[in-house]
T-cell receptor
């Protein structure tokens, strides 16, 4: 049973460029969330998507955008990259967007983005 | 505001001793509290979670306690082993209008010395 997968594993970009990160949730999971983890800190919430709709957005600039596809996979896009965008970008999947029962978020391995 | 405070930031114990990590959350509406273990360069892995209708939960050497009145929850690891060495994050669920997000603590770097 496959877990959450993300691609690419590592990415090096220069300031001003744009990047697209990809995530495939656990089979049967319909909700995908994106988090940014800067070295030495806890993950910070960026977006949550459920049934292709944005359900939540964290305190990130409009340079960050995302979408979810009919197969529940998701992409995170970051435009006009800054040095401060260097981080581990984590995708988490869960069954549903409301954690009211036994729903749990499972994280993918992350994409390490380095902005030079 | 949404905030989770986690202490201590580093913790060093001898193999076989117990380790305790404490967190405090701000949103009284939070009802789900997971703990994640993250080894260097790897993903956060869920090790245990607790919901607000339960005061304590145990899974082998790991236990979590929750005090909703005080808005505190703690992770207890007994009989620590070197492979328990990692960064541990607590989190609390913050409900959004149509979804939910996890607010994470700052992390505790646990070192278990053989």
């Amino acid at each position: 049973d496959a877990g959450v997968t993300q691609s690419p594993t590592h990415l090096i970009k220069t300031r001003g460029q744009q990047v697209t990160l990809r995530c495939s949730p656990i089979s049967g999971h319909k909700s995908v969330s994106w988090y940014q983890q800067v070295l030495g800190q806890g993950p910070q919430f960026i977006f949550q998507y459920y049934e292709k709709e944005e359900r939540g957005r964290g305190n990130f600039p409009d340079r960050f955008s995302a979408r979810q596809f009919p197969n529940y996979s998701s992409e995170l896009n970051v435009n006009a990259l800054l040095l401060g965008d260097s981080a581990l970008y984590l995708c988490a999947s869960s069954l549903a967007f409301v954690f009211m029962s036994t729903d749990t978020q499972y994280f993918g391995p992350g994409t390490r983005l380095t902005v030079l | 505001g949404e905030n989770v405070e986690q202490h201590p930031s580093t913790l060093s114990v001898q193999e076989g001793d117990s380790a305790v990590i404490k967190c405090t959350y701000s949103d009284s509406a939070s009802n789900y509290f997971p703990w994640y273990k993250q080894e260097l360069g790897k993903r956060p892995q869920l090790i245990i979670d607790i919901r607000s209708n339960v005061g304590e939960k145990k899974d082998q050497r790991i236990a979590v306690t929750l005090n909703k009145t005080a808005k505190h929850f703690s992770l207890h690891i007994t009989e620590t082993q070197p492979e328990d060495s990692a960064v541990y994050f607590c989190a609390s669920q913050f409900l959004l209008d149509q979804g939910g997000k996890l607010i994470f603590g700052q992390g505790t770097e646990l070192s278990v010395k053989p």
